[in-house]
């Protein structure tokens, strides 16, 4: 199973343990992380930002941080090029996050699924929503989600260390632990 997907509820570490995976791989990185950004007017945006160019473009703006517009063309741009830049150059891509910003962005989503049908492995995040774009994600068989706890996040980065020193060499335990890397 390459591509592997962590999930749960907001502030529990998922970004923190893709930080941490991307600084301790051994090769190049690509792919796209979001970022939130507030305005001095009190606006807040979301950016999609490439890893390995560092280009950045806005994919959501709201002026009170509760009703959101969603700008596609981000996604569908340097979201894109992340993407392709990724699979041609990087031996790991990151994605983080999938959500429901990008449900217009049909280029993107098109990106995203190219790259979990590749050869290069997928670390990302997705948002718990249900969306037809995140559970097409989700319903992949060649797609891993697990679920981060503040409970379970520490044997989660245990789990991760060895996801990169032994990429390729996994099995799925049934019952309670399903879904966890052994």
Known sequence: MKNLFLTGKRHVGKTTLIREVISSWKGPVGGFMVERRR???GAFAFDIVDIMTFERA??????????????????DSVGVRSIVGALANATLIVMDE???FELEAKRFQEAVFDALSGKVPVLGVLKA???PFISAVKER??????EVTRANREEIRRDLRRWVELWGVWSVRMGSEKGRMV
């Open 39 to 41: 305005y001095p007017d």
């Open 58 to 75: 806005p994919i959501a703006s709201s002026y009170d941080g509760n009703c959101w517009l969603a700008q596609p063309g981000g996604f």
């Open 98 to 100: 999938l959500g429901f």
């Open 129 to 131: 929503d249900l969306n």
């Open 141 to 146: 068989p060649d797609v891993l989600l697990i």
